[in-house]
């Protein structure tokens, strides 16, 4: 389940809005650990304060469920969405791939439902809007933090 240099992440935006330029800081923090990332199609799209409609959500995120070449998923932000959209995914192949969800918040919804019906550990982490150019010293740990859970790193 763990991550190793040029696996693919995928970028979902299951609740609120966001930017390209919010997201930009993550995805080259990303590419620096050598990773591969993919951003969902709709993932900037925006429907009042939501990213996109429900079923333009619904479409990035089973995609990227189903493709068992991503080997995670980070939401970009919580806010409300989440719950709005749990019923209409397929989580199995998280499961069957052992593939991580990463996110907390209204992200929150989905470890709930994937570890009482799958039994798939999940990641109750930072997430891109959390990620800066210039990060504090707090932000740098929490970054780290997050890679060395993805990667399998003992903690330090």
Known sequence: MYLKQGDTVAIVSPARAITEAE?????HYLTQKGLKVVV?????????????????????LQRFINDD????????????????????LDLKPLAEQKK????????????????KHYGTPT?????????????DELEAISNQTLMDALFGETLT
Not at 100 to 115: A, E, M, P, R
Request: charged fraction near 15%; hydrophobic fraction near 35%.
């Open 69 to 88: 070449s991503v080997r995670a998923i980070l939401s970009t932000r919580g806010g409300y969405g989440c719950v709005r959209i749990i019923d209409h």
């Open 123 to 135: 990641l109750h982490a930072t997430m891109p809007i959390n990620i800066s150019e210039q990060p």
């Open 23 to 27: 997201t930009q800081p993550a995805i």
């Open 40 to 60: 969902g199609e709709h993932a900037y799209d925006r429907f009042h304060q939501m990213a996109g409609t429900d079923s333009e959500k619904i479409v990035d």
């Open 100 to 115: 991580w969800f990463v996110g907390y918040s209204d992200v929150t919804v989905f470890h709930s439902h994937i570890n």
